[in-house]
């Protein structure tokens, strides 16, 4: 570490007295110097400044897993993290989440490592093999498709990023990533049992991939847990609500279970063309399940008809030949439906001459620029809030009505976490005259999931208080917002549920940004 000071930086500390159960903010001013970490910078408080300051840590090296916090609103671990790194002359630091607080930064980590009692984190094997004195021997080419997974360090981020973990029920992202990691290990013998563990709790992961992007050794649980589900899937060993929606895709095309000669109906009265009347446009508009099928997400497609038609855009639809994307039947493990629906979309993508696809949701978005044999397509593919942001910009729509309200936009995690898709939405909303943007506690790469991603939308069973909808917005209430805003169809479906579930219809409403966008042209 340097000796010279580069800048001083103030830490704002959430803290917790268990004595008198207060909560409680101390400010510090830290010297910072090149190569100073975070946790140098706690001990430097502790040591200098305020010897009643409590956090865990152990190697300093990023091994041991107990410095977890809270940063900025993000969890990482203190002594992976450089100061001068985050780039802030302000930095606040908060105990991990969802875990209860013992003191400070120290968090009770027993329910964490209580999920890891639950499944069997040795092999398993016949109790005479183990008493023979022979080593079970493994091929590099086998080790290698665990050794990513085993480089799990327990430390908590995952779970503390999870929005599935306010569950208890479920597992959470790293236990389930360990149970995978033995079940597809050559060596271990207890399959059966491994996907017992999981089999009545693995259907809460949302697929918000929160897991994945905050972990310090970048072990990809968030894929780990589809690749158990498929598993489980391959097996039969599934939820009747996970089959049902699986049945319906299979033999509608939808998740909805509704007849695909009904998947136009969202267009009557408007002046919108589908295939096969057409077969070329400049936009192909691809409108997703829940807007084509379900009576009040309808508006959304109706919405982004319209604005589509202000704008004298060249569009058209699939019709009836569109299929579900594929993106919810894919997180829930049933690889070979995806694929059949992906065949069958990119066969009419051929046949349709378009020069983008603009799809409504993130998650169609998301699976058409990433996900295989989408991916390997190349598909130019934009999802409608970067699309109208770059009409804004250019000054081709200019929202004419103004929006007295405090709105408050909701990132999908399929547009902003997994596409780093964070300022077009909010470009579009700062165009809406009137408008008092505000930003719930956890937004951008650090916000909270709605709970509808993988196909949890349809198969959800928690307790009203266990649902990460709820809990959103709740934090939408504590900024006094009238409005949350968001551009994803399943998040307006699942945070209008916990509007009804809180009881709060009268303070606060949900749209999305297409919806919000019409209303003031």
Known sequence: MSTKVEKIVEFEIHRFDPETKRRYVSTYKVPIRKGMTLLDALMYIRDNLDGTLAFRSSCRMGICGSCGIQVNGKPMLACYTQVLHLNADKIIIEPLQNFPVIKDLVVDIKPFFGTYERIRSVLIKPEEELKKPVEFIQLPTDLKKIWDLALCTKCGICYSACPAAIDERFLGPSTLTTNYRFIIDTRDEGADERLKAAADNIWLCTSCNSCTLFCPKEVDASSSIVEERSILVEGGNIPRTVMDVLTSVMRYHNPMGRYPTKRIEWMNGLNVKAYPDVTKA??????????????????????????????????????????????????????????????????????????????????CYNTFKNDKPYADANLNVQHYTQFLAEAIEKGQLKPSKPLKKRVAYHDPCFLGKRNQIFEEPRKILESISGIELVEMKRNRENSFCCGGGAGRVWTEDAPPEKRPCVERVKEALEVGAEIIATACPFCVSTLEDATKVLDVEDKIIVRDIAELLKETL
């Open 282 to 363: 400049d936009v192909l508009y691809f409108v997703c399940c829940l807007t084509a099928y379900d009576t009040r997400h309808q508006n959304i497609a109706r919405a982004l008809a319209d604005i589509f038609n202000r704008l004298g855009v060249d569009f058209a639809t699939l019709g009836n030949e569109e299929w579900c994307c594929g993106d919810h039947i894919l997180r829930l493990g049933e690889k070979g439906l995806f694929e059949e629906l992906a065949e069958h979309n990119l066969s009419m993508f051929k046949k349709f001459e378009a020069n983008k696809i603009v799809t409504l949701s993130p998650h």
